[in-house]
């Protein structure tokens, strides 16, 4: 497993820190690299992400309730984790607006639901180890020295656009790169 550089790897996968944002935002700022905004299965999980991602703003994580104005919460990703780790008198859905689940919040690793809409830093999960080694070995086979081209415009992006998440998509969608650069991989 080859998390991006920065990136906090913890019990198989990865995870990153989106900048800030609203809920919506976030979950499509984490869909475009492949990921999911945190499930947290565990108190040992929750604590690790906050030792990790230690702010002083609270975060968004992938928790939102299921329907609008106050229904039931469920994870953004599918997943059935049955931990919580509600502040007291939380969630109280104040205003019958509060739908997003806020992590560190209301005291050090506990959960608020609050206003979507709010600016937050946000956890987002990501797997990284399939996509990567599939997609290098395709290209590769396909053609050594379009590989080498790949390689040559992804270390240039990389170290000239500043921000990573753009050139990461790099990785993420060998397919659109193969197609910008005629790489016909089943020919
Ligand atoms: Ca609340």
Not at 65 to 77: A, E, H, I, K, Y
Not at 135 to 147: A, C, E, L, V
Not at 148 to 176: A, E, N, W
Request: net charge negative.
């Amino acid at each position: 497993m080859n998390c991006f550089e920065n990136d906090y790897f913890y019990n198989g996968s990865c995870y990153t820190l989106l900048e800030r944002s609203t809920f919506e935002s976030a979950q499509v700022t984490c869909a475009a690299i492949g990921g999911y905004l945190a499930t947290i299965f565990s108190a040992e999980m929750n604590n690790a992400l906050i030792s990790r991602f230690s702010r002083t703003s609270a975060l968004w994580f992938g928790y939102k309730r299921q329907t609008l104005p106050c229904g039931n919460f469920s994870w953004v990703d599918g997943s059935t984790s049955t931990y919580t780790n509600w502040y007291s008198g939380e969630p109280n859905c104040e205003g019958n607006y509060e739908a997003c689940g806020l992590l560190n919040s209301l005291g050090p690793g506990t959960w608020n639901d609050y206003n979507c809409e709010y600016s937050f830093e946000a956890i987002c999960h990501y797997n990284v180890n399939a996509s990567l080694g599939i997609s290098f070995i395709i290209i590769f086979i396909s053609n050594s020295f379009q590989f080498q081209c790949l390689c040559f415009v992804f270390i240039f992006c990389y170290s000239s656009c500043g921000s990573s998440y753009r050139c990461d998509l790099f990785f993420y969608y060998p397919l659109l790169i193969a197609s910008l650069f005629r790489i016909h991989l089943f020919i």
